[in-house]
Every structure is written in C-alpha cells, then in structure tokens.
C-alpha cells in the first residue's frame, strides 16, 4: 500500500469538486504538485526534477494524435503507458521510479479533491531487485589520482575534485554545489547538506586536503579573476559547476590515464565505500559518511566485496 501523507496545509486549496477526471485535467496540477514535493515534501532538487520528467513523459502519451479519447484517467490507461514504455526499452529501474511518481501524483489529487480514489491502488510495480554497484580497483583509484601533468587552473581543480570525491564519498552534486564554508582544511572535514536537506560531517584524507590547498592557492584565484563566489569549485567562467560537466571531465580524465572502464563520479563514490569496508571499517560509520537513511542501502557494499572474494576463490582454488 502506498503511504499516506498527512493532508495538505493551506497552500494547496482544492481546485475541482469531485468529477471525472479527464486526461487534459491533468497538466494544470502538475506544477503545484511539483511546489508541494518541493515545500512540503522537502525533497531533493534531483528527485522532484526527475517526478516532473516522469509525469510529463505520461501526459505526452496521453496527448499522443493516435490516443483514444478518454472521459478519464485511470487503471487502463496507466497501464496502456507502461507498455509503451517497455516496447520503448525503458527500463525496470526507471520505469519504478515513473510509476511511484504517477502514484504520489495521483494521491496529490486525491488530497486536492480532485480525485476520489487513487486508480493506482491495484497496480503493482515492477521487480527490479538490487543491482551490485560498480567500483575501481585500488589500483585503478591511484592511476585516476595520479598528480596532473599540468598546472593549470582547471588540472588544479580537476585533481583537487577527484581527490575530495573519493576521499569523502559524495554524490556528485553534493561535490559541485560545495561551498567554501563547507571545507574545513584545518580539522580536515566537510560539512554537507544532502538529500532531504540533513547535514552530516565527512572527514577527508590529508592528501585530499593538499590538492585542495593548492587547488586555492594556483588555481581557484585565477579562474575567478577577482569575481567573488561563494562555491569552492568553479567553472573557467568563473561560474558554478555542474554535475554533467564533471561527467565529462572525469572520463576524459581516465581515457587519458589508460583506464578503459566506463567511470562516473558515482563509481567513485561506490570505490569509496567499497575500499573502506574491506579495510575494516564498521558499516554504521560508513552509512554516517555516505548519508544514508536505511543501513541496508549501505550494506550492499558487503556483497561487492564477498562477490569480490568469490572470484578469487573460483580463479586461484585449486578445486574451483
């Protein structure tokens, strides 16, 4: 069943009386149900970013020249969407996250008086299970952070980042959108505001903290050119980072470095877990540094590294 949220304050006065709901109904509600996930859900810029993408990829196929007109939305026609999206190749995982956000969409509704009933309520999402997260070897972690060839400005940064990232474990936009009041080179933490806006400290390796110092001294100064910013990363604009462009960047980054696996920022974020683990540390502080609300998200990494032993005991046992 799916939770129920208490009702909504003030904000969101009813729109409609009870009636059926036809299909173009449905668009003018959508930015105040995107507002209240942001106001009073409180939920990540991300999460309500990719709700509103969901949605609008349902109201398209609703829009669609060839779709049938409905007197209203319901169970036929949800269902009718998630077979289009299969046949579009969408995944489990995504397909998942559309179906919970059409379900809190719909008890938005039901909220406003809009709807009297949620025409989800029968429908069962997909399985997806638990996908083990990649990570880097050790190996492969101290070719990406070798010191850059060059001085630069942008290697400055591009090293200090990558080194604060598996250092610390952020997401990645955590890392982009970290201000300079966030780093405390001289007790060697961050302080980070993440998911659902809850702060946690994360402590950083002592090398971490030599790339971003020098990363301050060479480099930040000259990217800005005397332009202030609160952010301790910036862009050769002098203008915030952003999560994409940082993609980009450490790929290119690995390419350069011989490394032919496909990285993300978040493979090392899964590195910095992993490592961390195998070394000994206990899972409840490792989910403190991650920020992770339910330690079983975080006791995946414990089955990356028995995977990891397996593989050893089937390559070097003599009966394996």
Not at 237 to 253: E, P, S
Request: net charge positive; glycine share 6%.
């Amino acid at each position: 069943m799916p939770q129920r949220h208490p009702p909504l304050g003030p904000l969101f006065s009813p729109l409609f009386v009870h009636t059926p709901l036809h299909a173009t109904a449905l668009a003018p509600h959508l930015s105040d149900f995107l507002r209240y996930l942001t106001i009073q859900r409180r939920l990540a810029k991300n999460t309500v970013a990719a709700y509103g993408a969901d949605l609008r990829a349902f109201l398209r196929f609703l829009a669609r020249p060839a779709a049938p007109l409905r007197e209203k939305v319901g169970k036929e026609e949800v269902q009718q969407f998630f077979q289009h999206c299969h046949q579009q190749r969408i995944s489990a995982r995504s397909n998942a996250r559309r179906l919970a956000a059409l379900r809190a969409f719909f008890l938005f509704l039901e909220h406003q008086g809009v709807l009297t009933a949620n025409p989800l309520d029968e429908i069962d999402g997909p399985k997806i299970g638990r996908s083990l997260p990649k990570a880097l070897t050790v190996a492969e972690v101290d070719t990406l952070l070798r010191p850059p060839a060059s001085s630069s400005p942008l290697a400055l940064r591009n090293s200090a980042m990558l080194h604060l990232l598996y250092a610390s474990g952020l997401r990645v936009s955590e890392l982009v959108t970290l201000p300079m009041s966030g780093c405390n080179l001289n007790s060697g933490h961050l302080r980070i505001l993440g998911k659902g806006n809850k702060e946690r400290v994360v402590p950083f390796s002592a090398i971490a903290g030599e790339r971003v110092r020098e990363y301050l001294a060479r480099g930040r100064p000259l990217l800005l050119k005397g332009k202030p910013s609160p952010m301790l990363f910036c862009s050769n604009r002098g203008g915030a980072m952003t999560r994409v462009r940082f993609w980009q960047i450490i790929r290119q980054i690995a390419l350069a470095a011989g490394i032919t696996k496909t990285i993300s920022p978040h493979m090392l974020r899964h590195s910095f877990a992993t490592h961390l683990l195998a070394g000994g540390a206990d899972l409840r502080s490792v989910q403190m540094m991650l920020g992770h609300t339910d330690i079983a998200t975080t006791q995946i990494y414990t089955h990356v590294d028995a995977d990891r032993l397996k593989t050893i005991h089937r390559r070097f046992h003599p009966r394996g």
